[in-house]
C-alpha cells in the first residue's frame, strides 16, 4: 500500500475543498505540461453513482467496497473530460451537488479509499501527474515534491460552482449550494480516514481574488522550479 519513496515520475499533488477551482486548474497545468489528469473527485462520485444504482446503501462499506474494485470506468479526454460508468455516458450526472454529497459520504468509508488507492496510482504515468482531490499529498502520492493547497472563501467558491453549474445548464440555488458546500467541507475535513488537511510540506495558495490565469501561471511557476527537467 505504500508509494515508492523515490518514484521517478513527477507528481504535482492539488488539494482543497470542493469548488476552489482545482478541476479547471488541474486540466488547464497538465494540458500545459503535457502531463496526465487524475481527477480523484471523479473516482468517488462513480463509486456514489454506481452504489445509488444497485440500490448498496452508502453505510455499507463491504459492498461499496466491492463496487470500487469492480468499477468498469473510463475517462475520454478532451477538453471536457467524458466520464464513462458501464460504457455509459455519466459526465453530466456525476456532477450534481447530490452526487457530490453521496460521493463524500462513500468517501469516508476507509474500505473504499483503499480499494481506490493503487487505481489512483496507475495514472502516474510518464512525463508527469497532476492530480486533484482532498488526499493526494497527504495519503496518495506522499512523496510527490509539489503539494498545493488550493483554496477560496466559501462565498468565492459557492458563487464558482453556481457559475459552472448553470453554465451546463445544471439548476440550482445559490443559497442552498451554499449550505451544502458547507456540509461537504465539514464531512471532508471531520472523517477519521484520510480528512482534508493542509500537509506541512504544502504551499497554500488562496485563490480567492485570483483570475484562473493568474493561478495557472503560478502553478506553472513552482511545477518549473520544482521539477526543472519534467516541464522543459
Ligand atoms: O472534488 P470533488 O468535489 O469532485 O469530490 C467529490 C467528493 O469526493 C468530495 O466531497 C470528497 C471526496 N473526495 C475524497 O474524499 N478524496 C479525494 N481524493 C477526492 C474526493
Known amino acids: 500500500m505504500a508509494e515508492a519513496a523515490a518514484h521517478p515520475i513527477p507528481v504535482i499533488a492539488i488539494d482543497g475543498p470542493g469548488a476552489a477551482g482545482k478541476g479547471t486548474i488541474c486540466n488547464r497545468v497538465a494540458s500545459a505540461l503535457g502531463w496526465t489528469l487524475l481527477d480523484s473527485g471523479a473516482l468517488y462520485r462513480l463509486v456514489g453513482l454506481a452504489a445509488l444504482r444497485k440500490g448498496v446503501e452508502p453505510e455499507d462499506a463491504t459492498a461499496l467496497a466491492e463496487l470500487a474494485r469492480g468499477l468498469d470506468i473510463e475517462f475520454l479526454a478532451g477538453d471536457e ?3 464513462l460508468l458501464d460504457g ?13 454529497l453521496v460521493a463524500s459520504k462513500v468517501a469516508a468509508q476507509s474500505a473504499v479509499r483503499s480499494a481506490l488507492i493503487e487505481r489512483q496510482r496507475e495514472f502516474r504515468r510518464p512525463p508527469g501527474l497532476v492530480a486533484d482531490g482532498r488526499d493526494m499529498g497527504s495519503v496518495v502520492f ?35 449550494l451554499s449550505k451544502d458546500m458547507v456540509d461537504r467541507d465539514r464531512q471532508d475535513t471531520d472523517r477519521s480516514v484520510a480528512p482534508l488537511i493542509t500537509c506541512a510540506d504544502a504551499r497554500i495558495l488562496d485563490t480567492t481574488s485570483m483570475s484562473i490565469e493568474e493561478v495557472v501561471c503560478k502553478v506553472l511557476e513552482w511545477a518549473k522550479e520544482v521539477y526543472p527537467q519534467g516541464c522543459a
Do not use: W
Not at 455509459?88 to 457530490?100: K, M
Open 81 to 83: 473530460v467524458v466520464v
Open 88 to 100: 455509459q455516458d455519466v459526465s453530466r450526472e456525476i456532477r450534481t451537488e447530490h452526487a457530490g
Open 142 to 176: 506522499p512523496s510527490s515534491a509539489l503539494k498545493i493547497f488550493l483554496t477560496a472563501n466559501v462565498t468565492e467558491r459557492a458563487q464558482r460552482r453556481y457559475k459552472q453549474l448553470k453554465d451546463k445548464g445544471i439548476d440550482v440555488s445559490l443559497s442552498a
